[in-house]
């Protein structure tokens, strides 16, 4: 490593102040900062040192989110070579197969994030005359993670642009920004483009095979195909084209809890493995990087808010049977014929009870809802982020918890996108400030009465 420092020390003496090349100091800087701890002192103001310093602590995230990553990839390449190739199950791809497969085809998502975004910071950087800040570390490599697997480089590259420029640089750089960034550049794609973001299908294979996809549990779910029990039938999930829900509603035959929670289903690159997720919620709370408070309200409000759904998915249930024991509908026609829902002309409550029971959603089991989609890591990796999330600890329970609760709610009355994760987190994002101002104001309000109280005793005495 002596060698690599004398050379660096050589490259950046026509960099330094006076020099040609004085106003580029910032990008060597940054590559310098990479490889070796800085070797320069603060000269003005009173400071504490410490061992944990932004570089340490981006690392730190990054560390954690790399079990996610590498099963992300190795389950990209699985989906697509157990399709290609009709076999049983995912776990009969051989390991090395799927992984290199999966690399390749997440890794180009990766470079483009870091390429086009440390650019950016890089110009900023030059044009503010400050240092490039270690933020983007993680940004760069969230970003791709939340994204599908199949998205246009350009569109990832557009995104990733929108994101730094006006999700971060707007509002000041590193620290400043109000929303989070990776979520910036997946609701950027997401209203930009949305065929390629929403809808019951992921893309799950490449250029080999025409159009071949697999329909995720909550697009399942959303389309009304789900039957109440996902487990326990024979698989028939081989390569399709380009179907539906409707037209192919076995395809999560034989999928259980243990697929969901390991993993083992089509989905963006890193939000399927709930295992790996949690391993990388354990590095965060033990580093004390992630709050575990945001993580721990996070889930109460997506269990809360799941255990409101499943009851009220029951009534509805009990009500759509009572209509079709009474002959008054098949469950035939409940599913498929709006025609003839239509025909009942139920209005009020009951015309509620029959959403109710009819929307797969409602009766999904409230802890398999933490386990698909997106929700255990927006909860771990995105609603901890320290500079848009709540700052007081009151405010990360308040924080987490309706992040949970919104993130379910969207999931369930969306029917155009079954996810809300990203919205209510966006959401909290901007009422974080105002969350903290409200738990803070209260605090003073306390003291305030407790000095009021202790006057009046003092006086009485």
Sequence with gaps: MKWVRNKLDQVRKPFEPGEKYEKFAPAINAFDTFLFTPNHTTKKGAHIRDVVDLKRTMITVVLALVPALLFGMWNTGAQYLYQERGLASVLDV???DAFIEGAILVLPLIIVSYVVGLTIEFIFAIYRGHEVNEGYLVTGLLIPMIFPVDIPLWMLALSVAFAVLIGKEAFGGTGMNILNPALTARAFAFFAYPLYMSGNEV???NGN???VSGETILGTLASGSYDGEISGAASNAVAFSNTSAASEPTVLAGVDFYDMFMGFIPGS???TSALMIII????????KVGSWRIILGGLIGGVAMGLIFNFFGGLGEDFVNQLVAGGQITMDEVLNDAGAVAALDLGGWDATLLEMGTNQLFNFPFYQHLVVGSILFG?????????????TLKGKWIYGILIGFFGLLI??????YPEGIMLAILLLNVFAPTIDHYVIQGNINKRKKRLKKAKVQLQAA
């Design 269 to 271: 690159v890193a939000e």
């Design 209 to 211: 095979t025409d159009a």
């Design 379 to 391: 909860i771990v990796f995105m609603a901890t982020d320290p500079v848009s999330a709540a700052q």
């Design 94 to 96: 051989p390991f090395w």
């Design 203 to 205: 893309w799950v294979a």
């Design 280 to 287: 990388g919620a354990i590095i965060l709370i033990a580093t």
């Design 411 to 416: 999931r369930i009355f969306n029917p155009a």
